[in-house]
Every structure is written in structure tokens, then in C-alpha cells.
């Protein structure tokens, strides 16, 4: 079994998809860092005093425009012209601008804090991660069985359900380490960027503990989008299947039955929808509401229906939906005939 | 002295029939029965979809068998297939390699999952000619060389058994000498082999036994000598020092009893028990042989005669079209 396991690992690192895929993950990462790197500006007095001058600016430039304005209406309304029109009553005299409108933070740049934003930045990274471990991990089996390469280890391995096994082991272990380390990475230069380019806000054993949970999550979903894709792959004995399952459980649940359902009217058609389900797994629950209902609060208030998914609901859908693909890719590899 | 040989291969009534929905069953298995014995190198011949490639593949785990018994080295397969795999090194059908891997590489995976040595790697490149190319891609090998390649993958375990469908397909005619000597020297060193192939000549040349499949059923089986001698018509090629004679020596014959066929330069007898009393019966009329030969069989004909896959003129033959024989 050693053999096999070191066999695996050594053969999923050479495959040029997963290099590739690792390149461009890399790369879409580290572009979004640079990114924010360079859009954020660390706050100081300096740029307070510039966004302070900005404002005044704004606000007296506002000002001369509202008397010209008052000058044009005035002149106008000497030469004997009907203003009423035009202008409001007494040529808008005291709709004047007021400099408690113009706020220096409006003039501020953008200044990444990441105690506030580093939850957004999880799901970004778990997304990027589960689209290359998806793609890495169909062609991993996908490519195999359709080359022939799958036959050949089967006519040195025949317990089917150990190669396969260990395969899917192999290749979730990879993601896993992958994930781990890149996720460490990303971690470290958001907070260095908020460390000196932004704020990196009050960061407590809490927060840290939150993001560490939400960052376990993020994990979870790339190790099912993995294992869901090596299993369609399996099934198909082919990366398309995969590859076009996805694109079809995309189009059916985000197109047509956001269409269909729309058509008939049905209440919380989002609940219906994959992506409901992605959203309340990052961000804990997912409150849909239903504005054609009106609820009176004490106050008299009008208030929505409201439907909650639960991050355990998604739990449920994304587990249900890995178990299957892979009980069924069981199934075949134990019964199919390999021709 | 008799000598009781080991079977190394052994399959009784193998069956297996494919299903298909819109195309209703069809029976690739229809009770087959071989038997490869240590140290020889078998032939395994029959048509296009006769089911060659089925057995083999049903002998490898890869399909599922409806019915009949098999065994590898005197263990059951495929419920034993794991503890004699490592002693069976096999190509099946046409060489299927990961494109984007060099053949170094995709050995040197194969022998990692089969917990072998490295060292093997580079042995069996030499012994199959790719030392040179070891390096490159296998999508820029020629046929010849993916079978090369895949022969070198199935003499990594240095098997007992070496099972090879069709090993000189695609090999250009030093390519063919080579494999032809490599199983030679494979079976000298001890190696039973189990040789799949439409070059009748090869197997007649290089094979000590032969099965004969035609439509999932055994046809002929034995050493290649006796299935020929069992095809062979007996029959004499005669020659006259002058071609004129040749009606008058056929009156001769027919009269003794035996049946005569008249070409332009030679006589084709048949149903003669001494083939001197040709030329005894001759001589008594003053007619002289030039030249009394037996005519032999060769395994291509035999071939041809059992699976009923020769070809006829003005006829297109379908690929299932073969011989009948009964259960």
C-alpha cells in the first residue's frame, strides 16, 4: 500500500494540469494581494489634513456654484423673467451647501482593515482554491481512465476499491496540505497589509478563533468540491463529466429554476438554489425574505416573511451530494467492466 | 518416461455475455476452456471479435466473467488475483499510456505501485530497445515504440507468467525479429508466455502450443505440430519428368482407387496410405517421378479452415461471421 500511496502522490505532482493549476492559483492569489497591497493607504494625519483640504475644496467649489446659481436667478429676475420655473423660492437662497455636509472620511483612500474584512477574504480564497482543486482533482482520475493509465495500474493493483481509494486519499491529502499552506500564506499578507498599509483592528483570541472557523469551513467545502469532482470524473471515466456536471448543476440551479420557480411564483425560491447554500456555509445563516408579505410589528412596521438557512442545512445538502457521487462511483468501480 | 507439465494457466467453461439495452445481449464467452503449461509459449489465436481480448481481460480482473473457472499458478482468479499479480506481467489490446508522461517516468509509477525496485526501470528499457528515448514523452513514440514500452512495463515484475495481446503490432521488421527472439529467450529462461496475435507465421515459428478461439469457443488446441498434422489431408504433390504424361498417370491412379486432382505442371493425390506405391505403380507404366512431396499444412490455413474466416470472392465478410462449432 506504501508503494501505491507514494506512487499517487508522486504521479498527481507531475501531472501538468495540477502544475498548471497550481500556477494559476499562485497567481490569481497573489494578484489579489498585490492588488490590495496597492489600493491600501495607511491613515495618518497627513492624509487626514489632505482628505480636511479636499473637503473644504469640495465645499467651497459647491458654494460658488449655489450663488452663481443665486446671481444668475437674481439678474433674471430683475430683467423681469419668470423664474418660478427655474429656480425655488427666493432663488433657493437657503438651500445653500453647509459644510458639515462635505466629510473628510469621503476623501479618505481605501484602507484594507482586517479585523473587519478578513471573513470576505476567506470565502474569496476558499472559492479560488475549490474551482483549481475541482478541476485538479477530475483530471486526476478523469485523465487516467480515459488514457488507459487507470487499466494499467488496475493489471498491477486489482482491488479496485483500494486504487480508488487511495487515489481520492491522495488527492484530498495534496488539497488539504495545498490549502493549509496557501491559507497560511494569505493569512499572513492580508494581516501585513493591514499591519502597514491598513489597520489591522482589535484582534482578540475571538477573532482569531472566528476566522479559524470560518477558514475550517472554507477547507471543508474545497475538500467536497474535490472529492465531488474525482467522483463524477470516476463515474464518467472521463474529466468532462465532471467538467460538464458542473456546468449543468450551474445552469439548472442558478438559470432555469431561478426562471421556473420566478414563473410560478414560488415563495423563497432562493432556498432552492445551490449558492444559497454556499453563502450560509461561509457566512453561518442565510436569511432570505419575502417582501409581498407584510408582518405589523408593535410599532407598526411593515415586516418581510423570513426563511433561514442554517450552515448545518448546508452541511446536510454538500455532504448528501458528496456522499452520493461517491458511493455511486463505488458502485461502478466495484461492477463495471473495465474495456 | 512421462513428464506431468504444471499448468500455469488454466480456464474452464469461461463465460460472458454483454448486455446492452439496444443491442440485447451477445455472448463473447460461450464456455471457453484453455490450458497454458510452465515454460512454453502459447499462441492464442482467433478472428476479430472472437474473444480474445475478453479472456484475457477476464483473466486480468479487468471483466467480470458470467460463469467458468479460472486459475494463475495454481491459485483461483480473480479471487486470488492479488497474490499472483506480482507474477504476471501483461500488455492488453493496443498500448494505453499517459501521453504527457516520458516512458522513464511511467515505468518507474508502475514500479512504486508494485513496491519494485528503481533498478528495474532502466533494465527492461534495454531489454526493449528504449534506452535512448527513455526521456521523451510517450506522445511522441511511434506504435512500435508505445508497444515496446508497454512490453518493458509488463517484464517489470520479471513475471512467470507474461500474457502480451498482440505485442508485435506496429513494430517494423527488426522490431518483430527482436520480439520474436525476446520470447525465445523469455521462455528459455523459463518464462511461460501467453502470445495473442494475427501473425500466424510468428506463432508458428515461435509458439510450442496454440489454442484456436472462434466465436468465444475453443476450436483446436495443442501443440502447434499436432494441429497441423490433425489438419493435414495427407495428400502428395507428383511430378512427371514430362508434363505430357500427366492425364495418363492420373488414369494410373484413379484406376488403383485413390483420388486425383489434375493442375497444369502436378497431380494433387489424395488417399494414399504409402506414398512409395505412387511411384511404384507409375514406374510399372514407364512413368517417372520427378518429384513426390508431401503437402503440408501451415497454421494460417488451419486457422482459416477452423474459425470459417477465409476469404471468398465477391463476398465482404463481417466481422462476427465465423464458424459454427459445436458446444
Same mark, same amino acid.
Given at each position: 500500500m506504501k508503494g501505491l500511496v507514494r506512487a499517487e502522490f508522486r504521479r498527481l505532482f507531475k501531472r501538468r494540469v495540477t502544475r498548471l493549476m497550481l500556477g494559476l492559483l499562485v497567481l490569481a492569489l497573489g494578484t489579489i494581494i498585490t492588488a490590495f497591497s496597492l489600493a491600501s493607504h495607511k491613515i495618518g494625519p497627513s492624509e487626514l489634513a489632505a482628505a480636511e483640504t479636499k473637503a473644504q475644496s469640495a465645499y467651497e467649489t459647491q458654494l460658488r456654484y449655489h450663488e452663481q446659481g443665486v446671481a444668475e436667478c437674481e439678474a433674471a429676475k430683475a430683467r423681469g423673467e419668470n423664474v418660478n420655473e427655474q429656480y425655488p423660492?427666493?432663488?433657493?437662497?437657503?438651500f445653500g451647501p453647509q459644510r458639515e455636509q462635505f466629510d473628510a472620511e469621503w476623501f479618505l483612500p481605501y484602507e484594507f482593515n482586517f479585523h473587519d474584512e478578513f471573513g470576505i477574504f476567506i470565502s474569496v480564497f476558499a472559492g479560488i482554491v475549490a474551482l483549481a482543486a475541482y478541476i485538479i482533482g477530475a483530471s486526476f482520475v478523469g485523465a487516467e481512465w480515459h488514457s488507459g493509465g487507470m487499466m494499467n495500474l488496475l493489471l498491477w493493483r486489482p482491488k479496485r476499491l483500494s486504487v480508488l481509494f487511495t487515489k481520492l486519499g491522495v488527492l484530498l491529502t495534496s488539497v488539504l496540505g495545498v490549502s493549509l499552506a496557501l491559507g497560511t500564506l494569505w493569512t499572513i499578507a492580508l494581516w501585513l497589509i493591514g499591519k502597514f498599509d491598513g489597520q489591522t483592528g482589535k484582534m482578540t483570541q475571538g477573532t482569531w478563533e472566528s476566522f479559524a472557523i470560518s477558514g475550517a469551513r472554507g477547507i471543508g467545502l474545497v475538500l467536497a468540491v474535490a472529492a465531488i469532482a474525482y467522483g463524477l470524473a470516476s463515474v464518467g471515466r472521463h474529466t468532462a463529466m465532471a467538467l460538464g456536471v458542473a456546468i449543468g448543476a450551474g445552469v439548472i440551479s442558478e438559470i432555469g429554476l431561478r426562471i421556473a420557480l420566478d414563473i410560478a411564483g414560488v415563495k423563497f425560491a432562493d432556498r432552492y438554489y445551490l449558492s444559497t447554500y454556499a453563502m450560509a456555509w461561509f457566512e453561518k445563516k442565510w436569511t432570505l425574505e419575502d417582501w409581498n408579505a407584510c408582518n405589523f410589528s408593535i410599532s407598526g412596521e411593515c415586516k418581510p416573511d423570513v426563511f433561514v438557512v442554517t450552515w448545518q442545512q448546508s452541511a446536510l445538502v454538500f455532504g448528501l451530494g458528496t456522499a452520493v457521487v461517491l458511493i455511486a462511483a463505488t458502485w461502478l468501480m466495484r461492477r463495471r467492466d473495465v474495456t | 518416461m512421462v513428464c506431468a507439465m504444471v499448468a500455469v494457466l488454466e480456464i474452464e467453461g469461461l463465460r460472458k455475455t454483454y448486455r446492452s439495452r439496444r443491442r440485447g445481449e451477445r455472448r463473447a464467452l460461450d464456455g471457453f476452456d484453455m490450458v497454458v503449461e510452465a515454460g512454453q509459449v502459447h499462441g492464442f489465436l482467433g478472428p476479430n471479435g472472437s474473444g480474445k481480448t475478453t479472456t484475457l481481460r477476464t483473466l486480468l480482473g479487468l471483466i467480470r466473467p458470467n460463469g467458468g473457472r479460472m486459475a494463475i499458478l495454481g491459485q483461483e482468479v480473480p479471487a486470488n488475483l492479488p497474490a499472483v499479480v506480482g507474477k504476471v506481467g501483461a500488455i492488453v489490446e493496443s498500448p494505453q499510456f499517459f501521453p504527457h508522461f516520458s516512458a522513464q517516468d511511467t515505468l518507474s509509477l508502475l514500479a512504486d505501485a508494485g513496491n519494485?525496485? &528503481? &533498478?528495474r526501470v532502466p533494465e527492461v528499457l534495454e531489454v526493449v530497445g528504449l534506452r535512448d528515448r527513455a526521456k521523451e514523452r510517450v506522445k511522441t513514440y511511434s506504435l512500435g515504440m508505445k508497444q515496446r514500452l508497454a512490453v518493458a512495463s509488463a517484464l517489470l515484475k520479471n513475471p512467470q507468467l507474461l500474457i502480451l495481446d498482440e505485442p508485435a503490432n506496429g513494430l517494423d521488421p527488426g522490431g518483430i525479429r527482436e520480439m520474436r527472439d525476446l520470447m525465445r529467450d523469455l521462455s528459455a529462461s523459463g518464462m511461460t508466455v501467453l502470445l495473442s496475435s494475427h501473425i500466424l507465421g510468428e506463432v508458428q515459428q515461435i509458439c510450442d502450443s496454440v489454442t484456436i478461439i472462434s466465436l468465444g469457443r475453443r476450436v483446436a488446441a495443442g501443440p502447434v505440430a499436432e494441429v497441423l498434422a490433425q489438419h493435414s489431408s495427407g495428400g502428395l504433390r507428383v511430378r512427371l519428368e514430362s508434363s505430357a504424361d500427366l492425364p495418363a498417370a492420373a488414369q494410373v491412379l484413379v484406376a488403383s482407387g485413390v483420388r486425383v486432382d489434375i493442375q497444369p505442371d502436378h497431380l494433387l493425390v489424395s488417399?494414399?496410405?504409402?506414398?512409395?506405391s505412387v511411384t511404384r505403380m507409375l514406374a510399372g507404366r514407364d512413368l517417372y517421378v520427378s518429384e513426390l512431396a508431401p503437402i503440408t499444412v501451415d497454421l494460417e490455413s488451419v486457422f482459416l479452415e477452423l474459425t470459417g474466416t477465409a476469404p471468398v470472392a465477391g463476398q465482404h465478410r463481417q466481422v462476427d461471421q465465423s464458424a459454427e462449432v459445436p458446444a
Open positions: 423660492p427666493d432663488c433657493g437662497r437657503e | 519494485l525496485s &528503481q &533498478q488417399g494414399v496410405d504409402k506414398p512409395s
